[in-house]
Nanobody, 115 residues
Framework: QVQLVESGGGLVQAGGSLRLSCAAS????????MGWYRQAPGKQRELVAA???????NYANSVKGRFTISRDNAKNTVYLQMNSLKPEDTAVYYC?????????WGQGTQVTVSS
């Protein structure tokens, strides 16, 4: 049974930093990419950042230059370093792992940025 467990969320003041981690347990075959999405109240879930198994990264325009995604393939772990946080970054952040057969999702971790 595959489980994704996120950690590292919390409350931070604007301008601060947080580092999210997502560790996958269980066996996952043929990982194509890992990523982070977020969903703010009343808004649709949106892609924040993704990284392919080969290391190619993709970021939402709103976080470019502030967030950095990285991964440890051997540990099936993906990280999101978030710097210069803004109140508009407040959301529940979800990690995801994409395979040819299905996507796996974590339960989400709350990030709240106070002004």
């Amino acid at each position: 049974q595959v489980q994704l467990v996120e950690s590292g969320g919390g409350l931070v003041q604007a301008g601060g930093s947080l580092r999210l981690s997502c560790a996958a347990s269980g066996t996952i075959f043929s990982i194509r990419a890992m990523g982070w999405y977020r969903q703010a109240p009343g808004k649709q879930r949106e892609l924040v950042a993704a990284i392919t198994i080969g290391g190619t990264t993709n970021y939402a325009n709103s976080v470019k230059g502030r967030f950095t995604i990285s991964r440890d393939n051997a540990k099936n772990t993906v990280y999101l370093q978030m710097n210069s946080l803004k109140p508009e970054d407040t959301a529940v952040y979800y990690c995801t792992i994409a395979t040819p057969l299905r996507d796996y999702w974590g339960q989400g971790t709350q990030v709240t940025v106070s002004s």
